[in-house]
């Protein structure tokens, strides 16, 4: 089971850290992601942190302000979203085990993928 946590309203130029804990699994032994959903538009894979090598990859629609991390420790993971704009208000989706492709880069779930329930961004002054 995947939860996520920590979306909210914030105001544009903000920060907000969403979070995602996982259980009955190990998030380490999967690739893992971080997808969205705006309304009316499809569902899109912003970041991933590949299975075994733990290199990470996003999508240029968020590159240079949003980072990717894993708590081990905690079997979470963790979306930074800095200078955030209207245009980032969406639904946010953790996912595990899923491709995750570096160059170029890509999220693709599979039928195995597990995904949270999603959390809500809302940008908005």
């Known amino acids: 089971q995947l939860v996520e946590s920590g979306g909210g309203l914030v105001q544009p130029g903000t920060s907000l850290r969403l979070s995602c804990t996982a259980s009955?699994?190990?998030?380490?032994?999967?690739?893992v992601a971080w997808f969205r959903q705006a309304p009316g538009k499809e569902r899109e894979g912003i970041s991933c942190?590949?299975?075994?090598?733990?290199?990470?990859t996003y999508a240029d629609s968020v590159l240079g302000r949003f980072t990717i991390s894993r708590d081990n420790a905690k079997n979470t993971l963790y979306l930074e979203m800095d200078s955030l704009t209207p245009e980032a208000t969406a639904l946010y989706y953790c996912?595990?085990?899923?491709?995750?492709?570096?160059?170029?880069?890509?999220?693709?779930?599979?039928?195995?993928?597990?995904w949270g329930q999603g959390t809500q961004v809302t940008v908005s002054s």
């Open positions: 009955g699994f190990r998030l380490v032994d999967y690739a």
């Open positions: 942190i590949a299975y075994q090598s733990d290199k990470t």
């Open positions: 996912a595990a085990d899923l491709n995750c492709q570096l160059t170029p880069s890509s999220m693709t779930p599979h039928r195995r993928t597990s």
